[in-house]
């Protein structure tokens, strides 16, 4: 299993893409269709066009990292991606429920106070 800080940022691809790709093919998805950096340290998730496969993408200190995961049976269900964006950010919770099989839709969290996190831009 994969060990995820908190506070790291994870992207969702919205579009399921060939997952026959691997590190450059996918750094350059990063780049060029979801508009990130495969540089960042931010968790890059892919999934087929059968959604019974999903691929984690991670730059760690000295180089690229691939998380592969096939499914015997059901299939992994990402959430809508809102006005049609590229990527969809989760926190590390919501990515460890999508990999054990529940519907991120029918989740049901409390209010709670998240500060806001200042971001830099580019």
Same mark, same amino acid.
């Given at each position: 299993? !994969?060990?995820?800080?908190?506070?790291?940022?994870? &992207?969702?691809? /919205?579009? @399921?893409?060939?997952? =026959?790709?691997?590190?450059?093919?996918?750094?350059? +998805? !990063?780049?060029?269709? %979801?508009?990130?950096?495969?540089?960042?340290?931010?968790?890059? !998730?892919?999934?087929?066009?059968?959604?019974?496969?999903?691929?984690? +993408?991670? &730059?760690?200190?000295?180089?690229? /990292?691939? &998380?592969?995961?096939? +499914?015997?049976?059901?299939?992994? *269900?990402?959430? @809508?991606? @809102?006005?049609?964006? @590229? *990527?969809?950010?989760? =926190?590390?919770?919501?990515?460890?429920? %999508?990999?054990?099989?529940?519907?991120?839709?029918?989740?049901?969290?409390?209010?709670?106070?998240?500060?806001?996190?200042?971001? /830099?831009?580019?």
């Amino acid at each position: 299993m !994969v060990s995820l800080a908190p506070t790291v940022r994870i &992207w969702l691809a /919205a579009q @399921p893409v060939d997952l =026959r790709k691997s590190f450059d093919s996918l750094a350059a +998805l !990063v780049r060029e269709g %979801l508009q990130g950096d495969p540089l960042s340290g931010d968790v890059f !998730v892919f999934r087929n066009k059968a959604a019974d496969r999903i691929k984690l +993408l991670i &730059w760690e200190e000295d180089g690229y /990292a691939i &998380w592969y995961k096939r +499914l015997e049976a059901g299939t992994f *269900r990402f959430p @809508p991606s @809102p006005e049609a964006q @590229p *990527r969809v950010e989760v =926190r590390a919770a919501d990515l460890v429920m %999508l990999l054990e099989g529940i519907d991120l839709s029918s989740v049901k969290r409390g209010k709670r106070y998240h500060r806001p996190v200042p971001r /830099a831009t580019v």
